[in-house]
């Protein structure tokens, strides 16, 4: 079981990332999937979910209208388009999957979920 979380790097504010996470060795349509992100001395917050299926999804509200989370099942990819970043938005960011059905977006965004993939580091700052 592994997630790939990919595409961070270096963007000036104001401007856009798009990071990718990629599975493989589950049956991705049915594992929801999270962005996290974590800055120095922070604690890890939710910043999108996305259902299995897509139709429920989730964004903390400090992201609402910059991010926008999709998901390709057929590709076994989540991503999470940035748009607008301000330099509050630096962290690791994680991606994550939870099979447990019966939760929200929310649910996951706020109690975290059950894999984790490694974090791409964003940095925004001019």
């Known amino acids: 079981v592994q997630l790939q979380a990919s595409g961070g790097g270096l963007v000036q504010p104001g401007g856009s990332l798009r990071l990718s996470c990629t599975a493989s060795?589950?049956?991705?349509?049915?594992?929801?999937i999270g962005w996290f992100r974590q800055a120095p001395g922070k604690e890890r917050e939710g910043v999108s979910c996305?259902?299995?299926?897509?139709?429920?999804?989730y964004y903390r509200d400090s992201v609402k209208g910059r991010f926008t989370i999709t998901r390709d099942n057929a590709k076994n990819t989540v991503y999470l388009q940035m748009n607008s970043l301000k330099p509050e938005d630096a962290a690791v960011y994680y991606c994550?999957?939870?099979?447990?059905?019966?939760?929200?977006?929310?649910?996951?965004?706020?109690?975290?979920?059950?894999?984790w993939g490694k974090g791409t580091l964003v940095t925004v700052s001019s």
């Open positions: 996305i259902t299995n299926r897509g139709g429920g999804i």
């Open positions: 060795g589950f049956t991705f349509d049915e594992y929801a």
């Open positions: 994550a999957a939870d099979e447990r059905r019966g939760n929200s977006a929310r649910y996951y965004c706020n109690y975290g979920m059950r894999l």
